[in-house]
């Protein structure tokens, strides 16, 4: 069919065939030993570019143990992770649809226990978590340099396993949104206070990662607008943040929001109307009024004409989904081929099994781990 939403867009130098990203999402299917990549996986990923997906932006992957976020996560945290990481590419890259992968990369913070990151976690500012009931540690002005150093290694990894780039996860209540948020991040040093200190360290990891990587690497990064927290960060905030990465050599942005003491996410259950579709949309409206890169939408998007709407409108660059694509890899290409014109993902949030993701609605994908 013809659509905007098949033409394609670049990020940075990278070439996507199409305007639909696989948002990161967390598949349990990793060895829960060492977060190495398992043969469910490279399953996983090469049915996902099978099916035509513009990016696909792998599950959060842990820089460090110490940010491990859950069980059967994936790993880059050291040089031993990359053969596996490796098979991930090989697997996308070998589809021949055009499809591209990004290896996200992130760090749990005080979002953890010590029974998965195997010490007190740790966070900008000693703030409690009344979910997971931990007062995490505040990390020190060395740890915090040190925290940057992990980043840019496991995006070194990333490049070396083939990867077409990293997106930084910073959203959600993870350790780069606890540092962007007021409500975690009280510190009164150079990594604290305003908003440009609160996000020094983000652009600490990007000058470090293109330094590493070169400036043809694409780092991208996924960032909370909102916290859903009276104290937390404000959408202004956020876009100036967005501005200010953009000129640290960011080169792509996912809007999401939401953390775990708010108890309101970023994967809202329920199946929305048509014009409530893309709840996330609106903020990341305002955060593209200040940046000149690609910019993803998201938040329960379902129906094509609605993912039309809201590119043709130029409203966002991307649009960016999870559960759909959990329900069936190949929505993108059945999207083209006009066999189906809305995703029957109920958002029921069943899917998220730590057995591994699979859709209990659909009986093709039921089974499949």
């Not at 977060?35 to 996983?44: D, K, R, T």
């Not at 501005?243 to 199946?271: K, T």
């Not at 066999?339 to 089974?367: D, H, M, T, W």
């Amino acid at each position: 069919m013809k659509s905007i939403l098949f033409t394609p867009l670049d990020i940075g130098k990278v070439h996507l065939i199409n305007r639909f990203v696989r948002s990161a999402t967390h598949d349990y299917m990793a060895d829960d030993r060492d977060g190495s990549i398992q043969p469910a996986q490279v399953e996983l990923y090469r049915r996902l570019a099978e099916g035509e997906i513009g990016l696909i932006i792998t599950g959060h992957a842990y820089v460090h143990l110490s940010g491990k976020a859950s069980p059967g996560q994936i790993a880059a945290d050291d040089d031993s992770k990359i053969p596996g990481l490796k098979e991930l590419v090989s697997a996308v890259h070998g589809s021949d649809s055009g499809s591209r992968i990004f290896l996200q990369i992130s760090h749990a913070g005080r979002q953890t226990k010590p029974s998965l990151c195997r010490q007190q976690p740790v966070a900008p500012s000693e703030v409690y978590d009344p979910v997971s009931k931990i007062m995490p540690r505040a990390l020190t002005a060395v740890e915090i340099y040190q925290v940057i150093e992990w980043f840019v290694a496991a995006a070194r990894r990333a490049k070396e396993a083939g990867f077409d780039g990293v997106q930084l996860h910073a959203g959600h209540g993870y350790l780069l949104s606890s540092f962007i948020s007021p409500h975690t991040n009280r510190r009164q040093d150079d990594w604290g206070g305003n908003w440009e200190k609160r996000s020094r360290i983000i652009r600490e990891i990007i000058s470090g990662i293109r330094k590493v990587c070169g400036p043809d690497f694409p780092v991208a990064i996924k960032m909370n607008a909102t916290d859903h927290l009276p104290e937390g960060i404000t959408l202004e905030e956020a876009s100036l943040i967005a501005r200010s990465l953009e000129l640290a050599g960011l080169q792509a942005i996912e809007i999401s929001g939401g953390m775990n003491e708010a108890g309101l996410g970023s994967v809202w259950p329920g199946v929305r109307a048509e014009e409530d579709e893309g709840y996330f949309v609106p903020l990341a409206v305002e955060v593209k009024k200040k940046v000149s890169i690609p910019v993803m939408g998201l938040g329960g998007i379902r129906t094509l004409r609605v993912a039309e709407k809201v590119i043709a409108s130029g409203r966002v660059d991307l649009i960016s989904m999870c559960r759909p694509f959990i329900n069936n890899p190949h929505l993108v290409k059945d999207f083209r081929l006009g066999r189906l014109e809305k995703s029957p993902c109920i958002s029921c949030n069943k899917c998220f099994n730590p057995r591994g993701i699979r859709c209990v609605q659909n009986k093709s994908e039921a089974g499949k781990n």
